[in-house]
């Protein structure tokens, strides 16, 4: 089921503009890490409770610096093309990312992913602006870090 808005479908158009975000960020040589803070948090807490349950204070200390290494380990290295991220967002996630990339696009028209991609890389403004749109949105949503590739 397509969503209808006036005479625009709007499943293609958010289609369109995934896309168009997709490429924005692969010219702009981007790649990012989703922060697992909250997973690492989680283990250091985990096994250090469990290591005071079992082994008392000295077991929260090992448990500690055990959930430690294994919380590191967990979220080191997450990096992803940008790309990448952007293809897997859920329905809502890319609803939300479509909402912010139109309030820049505002009253530019087009008809298809070409036309589209065309008039925003040939405005290097347009382009600009709508790169930081979508670098905000993923580390405002996603709490990302922003890498740019050597």
């Not at 967002?89 to 939300?96: A, C, G």
């Amino acid at each position: 089921m397509e969503l209808v808005s006036g005479n625009h479908r709007m499943a293609p158009r958010i289609d369109d503009v995934m896309k168009l975000c997709c490429e924005l960020s692969a010219n702009q040589q981007v790649k990012t890490t989703v922060t697992g803070s909250g997973k690492g948090a989680a283990a250091a807490g985990g096994l250090a409770f469990a290591g005071g349950l079992v082994g008392g204070p000295l077991g929260i200390a090992v448990g500690g610096a055990v959930g430690g290494l294994l919380g590191c380990w967990m979220t080191s290295g997450q990096f992803q093309p940008l790309p990448q991220i952007i293809m897997e967002l859920s329905p809502q996630q890319q609803q939300k990312l479509y909402a912010d990339i139109m309030a820049v696009l505002d009253n530019i028209q087009w008809t298809d992913l070409a036309q589209l991609t065309a008039l925003v890389m040939g405005n290097s403004t347009l382009k600009q602006q709508l790169t930081g749109a979508l670098l905000g949105y993923i580390t405002r949503e996603l709490q990302a870090e922003v890498h740019y590739k050597d």
